[in-house]
């Protein structure tokens, strides 16, 4: 027990749970429907997993600091008409180009965000439902109710979602789906090992502490915005690039989806705890649900009821489990620490 | 009070705002001024107002109710489905009510008895309570309802106040004296200001929630129903987004997000200053979707302004000394 202790935390244990919970939903779902073990569920669930999951990222990063970013839905959806329109109308524009663009201009959104959060000190709340409406008026308005059509895009930008970076065996990952990988292991990496990365954790589990120590709150806080902006851009062009034909309805409504991947993805609401690989095993939850459900012969409606009840026991389980997991687990280090004190003084 | 310190409240900034909007209005169009038109502008969003009076003493209590509007689509779903399969309406009306407040047992029975935060639980409950109303309804459309049923709420009854409009004014005048003329009322904002005094305090503070939830979501079930009787038809997504007007009217009222602090004469004034701002810009031809993102603006304008006036003004104050 002491030894299994020491090797995982209560986080991964959560984690793993999500995990198991995926593979029995996965062999449900293999034993309901006929042929369900095929490449092209691996690559239907892949590209819906691949939009929610880059945005669920960035969320992350905002929730780790007790922050909410309720505005990405309409994010993705200003990046994905604008760069639509702007490739539409400028077919030779470089591809990376496209991308930068559609990076910069959501993180040109995530800083007015993060600007009223920081130093207006307006509750993120308050602020991302009033941008979320906003940057999708604004979108309305400037369009003037015009689409963006898959025939007016180039050929490389509708190529894009069906390429395969990286074939194993007869299994594709697809261009979205890598992406989405990469983009996930960075921020992994990024969080648990670089020093300034930490400080997401250091204000969201504890803002009157890395006040005291002198951490630059306000810096921090709308740098998380920025990143959550600029991936909620990011996301904009895979929409646009999966989709094609983008009206000014696109994204809407996805701040739900994504809000729900990383809350069952066990990151913790106030802030301070998660992973962003457990947002992104959120996501792959929420995105098996809905591409099997359907499947299955019941009807689709089913999912939301589902995703709702899910939402419910990932919270109650973190809050209930997690916190008992935690106590036992600093009760047993202590008994461990217990002799050290109780011997010869320390030199 | 002393008259300066009537004057920094915000209840009178709204006060002034929505003179200032009234008087726009009234210059802009020649129909402003009607009967007819202000009987309509009420009418127009009667349901959410309802809502919005139950919304703020759950925000005043420190929490909040984002699955409102799912429960608004589950009571009208509830009573068409039941109304389809050969229920009395009459009934139907009970049940839908019932299914509200079960919601309302469910959002309270997770932050109150076992603590989680309600903006996870209540998210659930916007995605869930939504999906169980599409799970009774799927993509049909349920109408047909009873001559009576259909005209629910738009009759004139008080003059030419219709009975939507008579409830509202109710519910206006029953919440006004449980949150500031009750010793619940005073729980209530014990609880959003210092949730840890009012526990040692030995306040139940379970059941004020219970009752703060149970009571948002029966709300929203009355006025779920009396929105299905407006339209004649029931869908999925009736009510679908309403949460965030909701959230905002109460909001741009002066009720903190944190809780402990607003009052509903601030709500009510919020509400008119929407209701005439969206009244005024329909009639000069703005389209819905600018008027969405006015509000919008005017959300974070509400807090943002009383936040910049106290930083300048403690400048200044440094200074002095």
């Known amino acids: 027990m002491n030894w299994l202790q020491r090797q995982i935390r209560p986080e991964q244990i959560r984690e793993l749970s999500l995990l198991a919970l995926i593979v029995v939903a996965v062999v449900f779902f293999g034993s309901m429907i006929d042929g369900y073990y095929s490449f092209r569920t691996f690559n239907r669930i892949s590209s819906s997993v691949a939009i929610i999951t880059v945005v669920a990222v960035g969320q992350t990063l905002v929730v780790l600091t007790r922050n909410i970013d309720l505005s990405v839905g309409s994010i993705v959806g200003f990046t994905a008409y604008f ?11 470089n591809p990376f180009l496209a991308v930068a663009i559609s990076i910069a201009l959501g993180a040109a959104l995530g800083v007015v965000n993060g600007l009223l959060v920081a130093w207006g000190r307006v509750p993120a709340v308050v602020v991302t439902l009033g941008t979320l409406a906003i940057y999708r008026g604004v979108l309305v308005d400037l369009s003037g109710a015009k689409t963006v059509t898959t025939d007016s895009l180039p050929q490389w930008l509708v190529n894009l979602p069906t390429l395969n970076v990286l ?101 913790n609401v106030f802030g301070g705890s998660g992973r962003v690989t457990g947002a992104m095993l959120g996501a792959i939850m929420i995105g098996t649900l809905e591409q099997s459900l359907f499947r299955l012969g019941i009807s689709e409606f089913w999912r939301d009821a589902l995703l709702g009840l899910l939402i419910l026991l990932a919270v109650a389980s973190d809050s209930v489990i997690l916190q008992r997991l935690r106590l036992l687990w600093a009760r047993t280090e202590l008994k461990f620490v217990q002799p050290v004190e109780a011997g010869a003084p320390r030199s | 009070m002393n008259p300066a310190a009537l004057l920094k409240r915000w209840e009178t900034l709204l006060l002034a705002v929505l003179i200032a909007i009234v008087a726009i209005n009234v210059l802009e169009s020649r129909y402003y001024l009607s009967v007819g038109n ?73 932050i109150a008895y076992v603590g989680l935060p309600s903006l996870a ?38 003059g030419p106040l219709t009975a939507a409009i008579v409830i509202f004014l109710f519910f206006f005048v029953v919440f006004v004296i449980v949150l500031h003329g009750s010793a619940f009322g005073r729980l209530v904002y014990v609880i959003g200001s210092n949730i840890q005094a009012a526990r040692y305090s030995g306040v139940r503070i379970g059941l004020v929630k219970t009752a703060l939830f149970v009571g948002s979501a029966g709300v929203a079930a009355l006025a779920g129903i009396l929105y299905a009787a407006r339209l004649g038809s029931v869908r999925g997504d009736t009510a679908d987004g309403f949460e965030l007007d909701i959230i905002t009217t109460v909001l741009l009222g002066g009720v903190s997000i944190f809780g402990g602090k607003g009052n509903l004469v601030g709500v009510g004034l919020s509400l008119l200053v929407i209701l005439n701002l969206r009244n005024g810009m329909g009639l000069a031809d703005i389209t819905g979707n600018t008027q969405n993102y006015v509000i919008g603006g005017l959300l974070i304008l509400s807090v943002l302004i009383p936040n910049m006036s106290l930083e300048i003004r403690n400048k200044w104050r440094g200074r002095e000394t």
């Open chain 2, 38 to 110: 202000f009987i309509n502008l009420f009418q127009l969003s009667i349901e959410k107002s309802l809502v919005a009076l139950a919304m703020a003493l759950v925000i005043i209590g420190g929490d909040i109710d984002l699955s409102v509007a799912s429960v608004m689509g589950l009571a009208a779903c509830v009573m068409a489905w039941l109304f389809q399969q050969g229920a009395p309406l009459p009934l139907a009306i009970l049940l839908a009510l019932g299914a509200g407040v079960l919601a309302g047992l469910n959002n309270a029975f997770w």
């Open chain 1, 83 to 93: 760069v639509g329109t702007l490739i539409a109308h400028h077919k030779g524009l």
């Open chain 1, 167 to 267: 074939p194993i065996g007869a299994l594709d990952v697809r261009a979205l789906f890598a992406a989405a990988l990469v983009i996930v292991i960075i921020f992994q990496f990024g969080v648990t090992y670089l020093s300034f990365a930490r400080r997401f954790y250091a204000i969201g589990s504890n803002p009157e502490a890395a006040q005291l120590i002198g951490l630059p709150m306000k810096g921090i806080i709308l740098l998380a915005f920025v990143i959550s902006g600029a991936l909620a851009g990011l996301a904009g062009f895979m929409t646009l690039a999966r989709y094609g034909n983008i009206t000014v309805e696109a994204g809407r409504g996805l701040e739900l989806n994504v809000v729900a991947a990383v809350v069952v993805g066990g990151v």
């Open chain 2, 121 to 158: 639980v209540t998210l659930a409950g916007l995605i869930g309570y939504r999906g169980v109303a599409r799970i009774l309804v799927e993509d049909r459309a349920i109408g047909g309802f009873p001559l009576w049923f259909n005209t629910l709420g738009q009759q004139a009854l008080v």
